[in-house]
């Protein structure tokens, strides 16, 4: 795998680390587990790939524009930038979902704690 494939895949999957993987450790072992594939291998496992329609140009991480997330621009730089700022906003995005349901949960939680000790704190009835 050339040097500047694997930095433009590490600058991909850095900006989708929280979207793809739970942790950075999982990162880094995707990587080392990764490091000797071909670049072909890793389009296939990633499903990276690149386009050019015109004078503008398309890198694609899934199966179509629909589905997938994709970066455009008039070079191959530009659209992999504008790619790991999409990337980079849909971790965001998916962080904040995440922790609203976790702080959801942890509503309901209180809520039946509260009442516990609530009801603990009533006096007792003889």
């Known amino acids: ?16 680390a929280n979207y793809a993987f739970n942790t950075e450790a ?12 071909s670049e ?5 496992i990633i499903k990276i790939t690149f386009s050019k329609d015109g004078d503008s140009y398309c890198y694609l991480i899934g199966e179509n524009l629909q589905e ?3 970066g455009f621009g008039k070079t191959k730089e ?10 980079w906003e849909e971790a965001k995005t998916r962080r904040k979902k995440n922790r609203i349901e976790y702080l959801k949960g942890k509503k309901k939680e209180l809520k039946l ?3 516990k000790i609530e009801e603990e704190l009533k006096p007792k009835q003889d």
């Not at 795998?1 to 989708?16: L, V």
């Not at 999982?26 to 594939?37: G, H, T």
């Not at 530009?78 to 990337?87: D, F, M, P, T, Y």
């Open 40 to 44: 072909i291998e890793m389009n296939e």
């Open 1 to 16: 795998m050339t040097k500047e494939y694997w930095t433009f895949i590490n600058k991909i999957y850095g900006g989708i």
């Open 78 to 87: 530009e659209a992999s930038r504008n790619l790991q700022e999409k990337c």
């Open 68 to 70: 997938g997330t994709a």
């Open 26 to 37: 999982e990162v880094s072992d995707f990587m080392d587990k990764y490091a000797d594939r």
């Open 113 to 115: 704690e509260l009442v």
